[in-house]
Protein backbone atom coordinates (compact mmCIF):
# COMPACT_ATOMS: atom_id res chain seq x y z
CA UNK A 1 0.00 0.00 0.00
CA UNK A 2 1.57 3.58 -0.86
CA UNK A 3 2.50 5.97 1.25
CA UNK A 4 -0.09 8.42 1.74
CA UNK A 5 1.30 12.21 2.70
CA UNK A 6 -1.72 14.33 4.56
CA UNK A 7 -1.34 17.95 4.71
CA UNK A 8 -2.25 19.46 7.81
CA UNK A 9 -5.96 20.91 8.16
CA UNK A 10 -4.83 24.16 8.28
CA UNK A 11 -2.46 24.00 5.48
CA UNK A 12 -5.84 23.70 3.50
CA UNK A 13 -7.53 26.82 5.37
CA UNK A 14 -5.17 29.13 4.66
CA UNK A 15 -6.55 29.60 1.38
CA UNK A 16 -9.84 29.83 2.15
CA UNK A 17 -8.70 33.06 5.14
CA UNK A 18 -6.86 34.27 2.31
CA UNK A 19 -9.62 34.96 0.52
CA UNK A 20 -12.20 35.58 2.93
CA UNK A 21 -9.90 38.78 4.12
CA UNK A 22 -9.31 39.88 0.85
CA UNK A 23 -13.07 39.96 -0.01
CA UNK A 24 -13.71 41.80 3.47
CA UNK A 25 -11.32 44.55 2.96
CA UNK A 26 -12.42 44.87 -0.73
CA UNK A 27 -15.92 45.31 1.22
CA UNK A 28 -14.90 47.72 3.28
CA UNK A 29 -12.06 49.65 0.75
CA UNK A 30 -15.95 50.49 -1.13
CA UNK A 31 -17.49 50.84 1.92
CA UNK A 32 -15.30 53.51 2.71
CA UNK A 33 -15.09 54.86 -0.55
CA UNK A 34 -18.68 55.17 -1.16
CA UNK A 35 -19.36 57.04 2.37
CA UNK A 36 -15.81 59.41 1.78
CA UNK A 37 -16.53 60.28 -2.33
CA UNK A 38 -17.47 63.57 -2.52
CA UNK A 39 -21.03 64.72 -4.22
CA UNK A 40 -21.21 66.22 -7.25
CA UNK A 41 -22.63 70.12 -6.84
CA UNK A 42 -27.12 69.76 -6.12
CA UNK A 43 -28.45 70.47 -9.87
CA UNK A 44 -28.93 74.49 -10.25
CA UNK A 45 -32.34 75.89 -12.51
CA UNK A 46 -33.69 78.92 -12.45
CA UNK A 47 -37.33 80.43 -12.30
CA UNK A 48 -38.98 82.01 -15.10
CA UNK A 49 -39.42 85.95 -14.35
CA UNK A 50 -42.45 87.67 -14.88
CA UNK A 51 -42.03 91.43 -15.45
CA UNK A 52 -44.21 93.76 -14.10
CA UNK A 53 -46.14 96.08 -16.31
CA UNK A 54 -47.64 99.60 -16.46
CA UNK A 55 -49.65 101.76 -18.87
CA UNK A 56 -48.56 104.76 -21.19
CA UNK A 57 -49.60 107.70 -19.25
CA UNK A 58 -52.25 109.93 -20.47
CA UNK A 59 -51.47 113.52 -19.71
CA UNK A 60 -54.23 116.41 -19.82
CA UNK A 61 -53.00 119.38 -22.13
CA UNK A 62 -53.98 122.34 -22.98
CA UNK A 63 -55.19 122.72 -26.83
CA UNK A 64 -53.51 125.74 -27.01
CA UNK A 65 -49.75 127.37 -26.98
CA UNK A 66 -47.23 125.71 -25.77
CA UNK A 67 -46.44 123.38 -22.34
CA UNK A 68 -43.63 121.02 -21.23
CA UNK A 69 -43.69 118.95 -18.01
CA UNK A 70 -40.86 116.75 -16.74
CA UNK A 71 -40.10 114.95 -13.36
CA UNK A 72 -37.26 115.84 -12.03
CA UNK A 73 -34.66 112.77 -12.02
CA UNK A 74 -37.39 110.67 -14.46
CA UNK A 75 -35.74 112.18 -17.94
CA UNK A 76 -38.34 109.82 -20.16
CA UNK A 77 -41.30 111.47 -18.15
CA UNK A 78 -40.49 114.58 -20.34
CA UNK A 79 -43.69 115.32 -22.71
CA UNK A 80 -44.69 118.64 -24.57
CA UNK A 81 -47.70 119.50 -26.34
CA UNK A 82 -48.55 122.63 -29.02
CA UNK A 83 -46.01 124.21 -30.71
CA UNK A 84 -42.19 124.11 -30.24
CA UNK A 85 -40.89 127.60 -31.57
CA UNK A 86 -39.50 130.47 -29.46
CA UNK A 87 -42.27 132.43 -27.67
CA UNK A 88 -42.27 135.64 -25.74
CA UNK A 89 -41.97 134.83 -22.10
CA UNK A 90 -42.85 137.70 -20.45
CA UNK A 91 -41.98 138.18 -16.87
CA UNK A 92 -41.01 134.54 -16.33
CA UNK A 93 -37.50 136.56 -18.09
CA UNK A 94 -37.10 137.47 -13.94
CA UNK A 95 -36.32 134.08 -13.39
CA UNK A 96 -33.08 134.94 -15.74
CA UNK A 97 -32.48 138.29 -14.22
CA UNK A 98 -32.13 136.66 -10.77
CA UNK A 99 -30.31 133.98 -11.40
CA UNK A 100 -27.63 136.30 -13.32
CA UNK A 101 -27.42 138.81 -10.56
CA UNK A 102 -27.03 135.76 -7.85
CA UNK A 103 -24.26 134.63 -9.98
CA UNK A 104 -22.24 138.29 -10.41
CA UNK A 105 -23.40 138.83 -6.31
CA UNK A 106 -23.96 135.60 -4.53
CA UNK A 107 -26.17 135.45 -2.08
CA UNK A 108 -25.97 133.03 1.32
CA UNK A 109 -28.71 130.89 2.16
CA UNK A 110 -30.25 133.35 5.64
CA UNK A 111 -28.35 136.58 4.67
CA UNK A 112 -29.57 139.88 3.46
CA UNK A 113 -26.80 140.04 1.91
CA UNK A 114 -25.05 143.85 0.43
CA UNK A 115 -27.27 146.62 0.09
CA UNK A 116 -28.30 148.26 -3.36
CA UNK A 117 -28.70 152.14 -2.74
CA UNK A 118 -31.05 152.91 -6.08
CA UNK A 119 -29.30 155.74 -8.16
CA UNK A 120 -31.35 158.08 -10.64
CA UNK A 121 -31.19 156.26 -13.17
CA UNK A 122 -32.95 152.82 -11.45
CA UNK A 123 -35.70 155.44 -9.81
CA UNK A 124 -36.42 156.82 -13.59
CA UNK A 125 -37.41 152.90 -14.17
CA UNK A 126 -40.91 153.14 -12.06
CA UNK A 127 -42.08 155.91 -14.40
CA UNK A 128 -40.47 154.31 -17.55
CA UNK A 129 -42.17 150.80 -16.78
CA UNK A 130 -45.10 152.01 -15.77
CA UNK A 131 -46.15 154.34 -19.04
CA UNK A 132 -45.45 150.33 -20.50
CA UNK A 133 -48.23 149.71 -17.94
CA UNK A 134 -45.74 147.19 -16.42
CA UNK A 135 -45.98 146.47 -12.92
CA UNK A 136 -44.20 148.71 -10.55
CA UNK A 137 -43.26 149.21 -6.63
CA UNK A 138 -42.47 152.05 -4.48
CA UNK A 139 -38.88 152.39 -3.76
CA UNK A 140 -37.96 153.02 0.07
CA UNK A 141 -38.00 156.52 1.10
CA UNK A 142 -33.56 156.03 2.39
CA UNK A 143 -33.44 154.48 -1.51
CA UNK A 144 -31.36 151.63 -0.04
CA UNK A 145 -32.67 147.90 0.01
CA UNK A 146 -30.50 144.29 0.85
CA UNK A 147 -29.92 142.46 -2.21
CA UNK A 148 -32.41 139.93 -0.61
CA UNK A 149 -35.69 142.55 -0.26
CA UNK A 150 -34.98 143.66 -3.93
CA UNK A 151 -35.29 139.87 -5.42
CA UNK A 152 -38.26 139.24 -3.16
CA UNK A 153 -40.05 142.52 -4.82
CA UNK A 154 -38.80 141.37 -8.45
CA UNK A 155 -39.71 137.38 -8.23
CA UNK A 156 -43.18 137.56 -5.90
CA UNK A 157 -44.63 141.07 -6.77
CA UNK A 158 -42.93 141.15 -10.24
CA UNK A 159 -41.80 144.49 -9.88
CA UNK A 160 -40.54 145.69 -13.01
CA UNK A 161 -38.87 148.80 -12.15
CA UNK A 162 -36.65 146.24 -9.48
CA UNK A 163 -35.82 143.72 -11.99
CA UNK A 164 -34.28 146.71 -13.92
CA UNK A 165 -32.78 148.51 -10.74
CA UNK A 166 -31.00 144.26 -10.01
CA UNK A 167 -29.69 144.72 -13.46
CA UNK A 168 -28.17 148.21 -13.28
CA UNK A 169 -26.85 147.50 -9.88
CA UNK A 170 -25.21 144.06 -10.82
CA UNK A 171 -23.68 144.96 -14.09
CA UNK A 172 -23.92 148.79 -14.54
CA UNK A 173 -26.15 149.01 -17.37
CA UNK A 174 -28.61 147.80 -19.63
CA UNK A 175 -25.84 146.33 -22.31
CA UNK A 176 -23.80 145.00 -19.78
CA UNK A 177 -26.75 142.58 -18.65
CA UNK A 178 -27.50 141.56 -21.75
CA UNK A 179 -24.31 140.56 -22.86
CA UNK A 180 -24.03 138.68 -19.11
CA UNK A 181 -27.78 137.41 -19.41
CA UNK A 182 -26.47 135.67 -23.30
CA UNK A 183 -23.00 134.11 -21.82
CA UNK A 184 -25.25 132.83 -18.50
CA UNK A 185 -27.83 130.94 -21.33
CA UNK A 186 -24.73 129.69 -23.02
CA UNK A 187 -23.00 127.85 -20.17
CA UNK A 188 -26.21 126.62 -19.16
CA UNK A 189 -27.38 125.19 -22.35
CA UNK A 190 -30.60 126.97 -22.94
CA UNK A 191 -29.54 127.46 -26.62
CA UNK A 192 -33.32 128.34 -27.54
CA UNK A 193 -33.78 130.91 -25.09
CA UNK A 194 -33.08 135.15 -25.86
CA UNK A 195 -32.80 137.44 -23.20
CA UNK A 196 -32.52 141.37 -24.44
CA UNK A 197 -33.23 143.06 -20.91
CA UNK A 198 -34.20 142.40 -17.42
CA UNK A 199 -38.09 142.73 -16.83
CA UNK A 200 -40.05 140.58 -20.00
CA UNK A 201 -41.61 143.68 -21.37
CA UNK A 202 -39.77 143.32 -23.82
CA UNK A 203 -41.37 140.63 -26.38
CA UNK A 204 -37.87 139.53 -27.57
CA UNK A 205 -37.62 137.95 -24.69
CA UNK A 206 -38.75 134.57 -25.87
CA UNK A 207 -37.99 130.56 -25.05
CA UNK A 208 -39.46 127.58 -26.13
CA UNK A 209 -41.91 125.46 -23.11
CA UNK A 210 -39.04 122.81 -22.66
CA UNK A 211 -36.38 125.11 -22.00
CA UNK A 212 -38.46 126.87 -19.69
CA UNK A 213 -38.57 123.52 -17.93
CA UNK A 214 -34.71 123.31 -17.57
CA UNK A 215 -35.05 126.54 -16.74
CA UNK A 216 -36.95 125.86 -13.66
CA UNK A 217 -35.13 123.24 -12.47
CA UNK A 218 -31.79 125.80 -12.61
CA UNK A 219 -34.00 128.08 -10.32
CA UNK A 220 -34.93 125.75 -7.78
CA UNK A 221 -31.37 124.44 -7.72
CA UNK A 222 -30.80 127.90 -6.52
CA UNK A 223 -31.81 128.24 -2.61
CA UNK A 224 -32.17 131.75 -2.44
CA UNK A 225 -34.61 131.60 -5.51
CA UNK A 226 -36.31 128.82 -4.15
CA UNK A 227 -37.40 130.19 -1.55
CA UNK A 228 -38.37 133.25 -2.01
CA UNK A 229 -40.72 131.76 -5.19
CA UNK A 230 -41.91 129.74 -2.86
CA UNK A 231 -43.17 132.79 -0.52
CA UNK A 232 -46.92 133.73 -0.70
CA UNK A 233 -46.52 137.12 0.77
CA UNK A 234 -44.18 138.92 3.26
CA UNK A 235 -44.15 142.76 4.26
CA UNK A 236 -41.00 144.42 2.39
CA UNK A 237 -40.05 147.61 4.87
CA UNK A 238 -40.82 151.22 2.97
CA UNK A 239 -42.53 149.22 0.71
CA UNK A 240 -45.38 147.27 2.37
CA UNK A 241 -47.08 144.12 2.42
CA UNK A 242 -46.39 142.48 -1.34
CA UNK A 243 -48.06 139.12 -2.56
CA UNK A 244 -46.77 136.57 -4.81
CA UNK A 245 -48.38 136.94 -7.97
CA UNK A 246 -48.54 132.84 -8.44
CA UNK A 247 -52.28 132.32 -7.31
CA UNK A 248 -51.44 128.20 -7.55
CA UNK A 249 -48.81 128.70 -4.63
CA UNK A 250 -50.00 126.39 -1.91
CA UNK A 251 -52.26 124.78 -3.69
CA UNK A 252 -51.94 120.92 -5.21
CA UNK A 253 -48.25 121.12 -3.63
CA UNK A 254 -47.68 123.82 -5.97
CA UNK A 255 -44.15 125.49 -4.85
CA UNK A 256 -43.36 127.86 -7.29
CA UNK A 257 -41.89 129.11 -9.93
CA UNK A 258 -43.20 132.42 -11.85
CA UNK A 259 -46.27 133.99 -13.58
CA UNK A 260 -45.98 136.18 -17.35
CA UNK A 261 -48.27 138.49 -18.85
CA UNK A 262 -48.10 139.76 -22.04
CA UNK A 263 -50.19 141.30 -24.81
CA UNK A 264 -47.65 138.91 -27.45
CA UNK A 265 -47.26 136.06 -24.81
CA UNK A 266 -50.66 135.50 -23.41
CA UNK A 267 -50.82 134.12 -19.75
CA UNK A 268 -47.72 132.53 -19.13
CA UNK A 269 -46.31 130.13 -16.40
CA UNK A 270 -43.23 128.70 -15.09
CA UNK A 271 -44.25 126.23 -12.19
CA UNK A 272 -42.89 123.60 -9.38
CA UNK A 273 -45.03 121.12 -7.31
CA UNK A 274 -43.73 118.28 -5.29
CA UNK A 275 -45.60 115.52 -4.69
CA UNK A 276 -45.12 112.11 -2.09
CA UNK A 277 -44.45 108.58 -4.12
CA UNK A 278 -43.23 105.66 -3.41
CA UNK A 279 -41.89 107.08 0.03
CA UNK A 280 -40.34 109.88 -1.87
CA UNK A 281 -40.36 113.74 -2.52
CA UNK A 282 -40.79 114.10 -6.40
CA UNK A 283 -40.28 117.42 -8.07
CA UNK A 284 -42.95 117.72 -11.82
CA UNK A 285 -41.66 121.08 -13.25
CA UNK A 286 -43.82 122.32 -16.11
CA UNK A 287 -43.95 125.46 -18.46
CA UNK A 288 -47.97 126.45 -19.79
CA UNK A 289 -47.21 129.61 -22.52
CA UNK A 290 -50.22 131.05 -24.53
CA UNK A 291 -53.11 131.08 -22.56
CA UNK A 292 -55.95 133.35 -22.71
CA UNK A 293 -55.78 134.87 -18.77
CA UNK A 294 -54.57 133.23 -15.50
CA UNK A 295 -57.60 131.59 -14.60
CA UNK A 296 -57.91 129.22 -17.07
CA UNK A 297 -54.16 128.45 -17.29
CA UNK A 298 -54.42 127.71 -13.87
CA UNK A 299 -57.03 125.42 -13.82
CA UNK A 300 -55.39 123.99 -16.87
CA UNK A 301 -51.91 123.64 -15.04
CA UNK A 302 -53.38 121.93 -12.21
CA UNK A 303 -55.30 119.27 -14.51
CA UNK A 304 -51.96 118.80 -16.23
CA UNK A 305 -50.35 118.12 -12.68
CA UNK A 306 -52.82 115.89 -11.53
CA UNK A 307 -52.24 113.11 -14.71
CA UNK A 308 -48.28 113.69 -14.45
CA UNK A 309 -48.42 112.57 -10.63
CA UNK A 310 -51.30 110.04 -11.32
CA UNK A 311 -48.52 108.38 -13.53
CA UNK A 312 -46.08 107.59 -10.59
CA UNK A 313 -46.48 104.48 -9.73
CA UNK A 314 -44.02 101.77 -7.77
CA UNK A 315 -43.04 98.67 -9.51
CA UNK A 316 -42.05 95.45 -6.94
CA UNK A 317 -39.43 93.74 -8.64
CA UNK A 318 -39.54 91.27 -5.98
CA UNK A 319 -41.07 90.08 -2.69
CA UNK A 320 -38.86 88.98 -0.21
CA UNK A 321 -38.75 85.00 -0.01
CA UNK A 322 -39.72 84.89 -3.42
CA UNK A 323 -38.17 81.83 -5.48
CA UNK A 324 -35.51 82.29 -8.30
CA UNK A 325 -33.73 79.19 -8.88
CA UNK A 326 -34.14 75.56 -7.03
CA UNK A 327 -31.59 72.75 -6.59
CA UNK A 328 -31.97 69.13 -6.39
CA UNK A 329 -29.62 66.75 -4.91
CA UNK A 330 -30.30 62.71 -5.22
CA UNK A 331 -31.34 62.52 -1.55
CA UNK A 332 -34.01 64.61 -0.73
CA UNK A 333 -36.35 67.44 -2.31
CA UNK A 334 -35.70 70.54 -4.35
CA UNK A 335 -34.65 73.54 -2.13
CA UNK A 336 -35.35 77.05 -3.25
CA UNK A 337 -33.16 79.72 -3.68
CA UNK A 338 -35.07 83.01 -2.82
CA UNK A 339 -34.97 86.95 -2.63
CA UNK A 340 -32.94 88.06 0.48
CA UNK A 341 -35.09 91.37 1.00
CA UNK A 342 -38.10 92.75 -0.98
CA UNK A 343 -37.17 95.41 -3.73
CA UNK A 344 -39.16 97.88 -5.89
CA UNK A 345 -38.77 101.19 -7.74
CA UNK A 346 -40.66 104.59 -8.21
CA UNK A 347 -41.40 104.83 -12.24
CA UNK A 348 -42.90 107.46 -14.22
CA UNK A 349 -45.18 105.35 -17.46
CA UNK A 350 -44.53 102.51 -18.70
CA UNK A 351 -41.26 100.96 -17.82
CA UNK A 352 -39.53 97.68 -19.13
CA UNK A 353 -38.05 95.58 -16.24
CA UNK A 354 -36.05 92.13 -17.06
CA UNK A 355 -33.79 90.16 -14.29
CA UNK A 356 -30.86 87.76 -14.90
CA UNK A 357 -30.45 85.01 -12.62
CA UNK A 358 -27.06 83.76 -11.34
CA UNK A 359 -26.98 81.07 -9.26
CA UNK A 360 -23.71 79.79 -7.40
CA UNK A 361 -22.76 75.76 -7.54
CA UNK A 362 -23.93 74.28 -4.28
CA UNK A 363 -23.36 71.38 -2.75
CA UNK A 364 -24.33 71.31 0.41
CA UNK A 365 -25.75 73.92 2.62
CA UNK A 366 -27.72 75.85 5.15
CA UNK A 367 -31.28 77.32 5.28
CA UNK A 368 -30.27 81.29 4.60
CA UNK A 369 -26.81 80.78 3.17
CA UNK A 370 -26.15 83.54 -0.10
CA UNK A 371 -26.33 81.11 -3.24
CA UNK A 372 -26.58 84.14 -5.62
CA UNK A 373 -28.43 87.16 -6.79
CA UNK A 374 -30.78 88.31 -9.19
CA UNK A 375 -30.12 91.87 -10.84
CA UNK A 376 -33.01 93.82 -12.20
CA UNK A 377 -32.39 95.97 -15.59
CA UNK A 378 -34.99 98.42 -15.11
CA UNK A 379 -35.29 101.31 -18.07
CA UNK A 380 -34.80 104.98 -17.48
CA UNK A 381 -33.04 103.68 -14.06
CA UNK A 382 -30.17 102.40 -12.17
CA UNK A 383 -29.61 98.29 -12.05
CA UNK A 384 -30.77 96.77 -8.81
CA UNK A 385 -29.06 93.37 -7.51
CA UNK A 386 -31.33 91.41 -4.66
CA UNK A 387 -29.43 88.59 -3.25
CA UNK A 388 -30.32 85.07 -3.30
CA UNK A 389 -30.68 82.42 -0.50
CA UNK A 390 -31.36 78.92 0.44
CA UNK A 391 -35.18 78.64 1.95
CA UNK A 392 -34.31 75.07 3.44
CA UNK A 393 -30.70 73.44 4.11
CA UNK A 394 -28.77 70.88 1.92
CA UNK A 395 -27.19 68.54 4.53
CA UNK A 396 -25.11 65.40 4.05
CA UNK A 397 -27.66 62.64 3.47
CA UNK A 398 -25.50 60.03 5.81
CA UNK A 399 -23.24 57.36 5.37
CA UNK A 400 -26.29 54.70 5.67
CA UNK A 401 -27.77 56.59 2.54
CA UNK A 402 -24.06 56.20 0.46
CA UNK A 403 -24.07 52.76 1.38
CA UNK A 404 -27.62 51.97 0.13
CA UNK A 405 -26.97 54.60 -2.84
CA UNK A 406 -23.38 53.66 -3.37
CA UNK A 407 -21.91 56.52 -5.73
CA UNK A 408 -24.96 57.80 -6.83
CA UNK A 409 -24.62 62.12 -6.92
CA UNK A 410 -21.08 61.72 -6.60
CA UNK A 411 -18.46 63.85 -8.32
CA UNK A 412 -16.98 62.36 -11.04
CA UNK A 413 -13.79 63.36 -13.10
CA UNK A 414 -13.37 62.21 -16.81
CA UNK A 415 -10.07 63.13 -16.91
CA UNK A 416 -9.05 61.46 -13.85
CA UNK A 417 -11.16 58.08 -14.87
CA UNK A 418 -9.15 57.94 -18.02
CA UNK A 419 -5.53 58.54 -16.21
Given at each position: ?79 TSGDRQQRSIASISKIVTALVVLEQEPLPVGE ?64 AYREAAGDWLDDHGLDDTTIVEPTGLDARNRS ?212
Open positions: MPNVVRRPRSALRRPVTVAVVAVLLLVVAFLAAAALVPFAPATASTATYRAPTASAPELQFPDYGATAVEAEGFPQSLTQGPSVRFTPAMEALYAEYAAQDGEVAPLPADRRMSEYRVLQVTLMESANNYAGSLALWAFGSMDTATDLVDLGKLALAEPVVKEIVGTASVTIPGVGEIENSNKLLGMDGVEGIKTGTLDEAGACLLFAATYERGGRPVTVIGAMLGGEDHDALDVDVRRLLHSVADDFHVVTLTNEGQTFGTYAAPWQDEVDATASRAASVLVWGSTTVTAKTTLEPVTLGTAGERVGRVRFAVEHHDPVTVPLELDGAIEDPGVWWRWANPFRGVEFDPAAATG
